[in-house]
């Protein structure tokens, strides 16, 4: 998260639910707040809201690298997976979401969520193949 976010980003936190024995990560809970909003009236404290929970908002009953992956792999053929995932990472900024997210645009958020060390590319260019493969093409105008 962040106080001081990118352009067309809301700032954040997330609250982490840890396994106190394992200190296994259970989920997390990202808080976010309007900054349109916040900017309409300056006066008014901003209102802090719970923007989503990762388990419970993608369906998962872990978040193990081997359930984030079958959630990847679902994110490949499932446009609604894509859309939430990129409302959610742009904290539901207003002007992120009127810019959109095209097909380039989750692809990219895809392979944020499959690299974890900067150049090792495999995982994000399998997924990218499984995404072209199960997406419609374009039709030539």
């Not at 962040?2 to 990560?25: A, F, G, H, I, R």
């Not at 006066?43 to 993608?58: N, V």
């Amino acid at each position: 998260g962040s106080l001081t976010p990118y352009s067309d980003l809301n700032p954040n936190y997330k609250v982490y639910e840890v396994d106190s024995n394992t200190q296994n990560v259970l989920d997390f809970d990202t808080w976010s707040y309007n900054l349109t909003e916040a900017n309409a009236d300056p006066q008014i404290s901003p209102q802090w809201k719970k923007l989503y929970s990762f388990k419970e908002s993608f369906g998962l009953s872990s978040v193990t690298p081997n359930d984030v992956a079958k959630l990847v792999e679902r994110m490949t053929k499932d446009p609604k997976l894509t859309e939430s995932y990129f409302r959610f990472q742009s904290r539901e900024a207003d002007s992120s979401l009127a810019l959109g997210c095209d097909s380039d645009c989750e692809i990219e958020n895809i392979c944020y969520m499959v690299t974890f060390v900067h150049g090792k590319n495999f995982q994000c260019q399998t997924f990218t193949d499984m995404y072209n493969s199960n997406r419609p093409k374009p039709k030539p105008t």
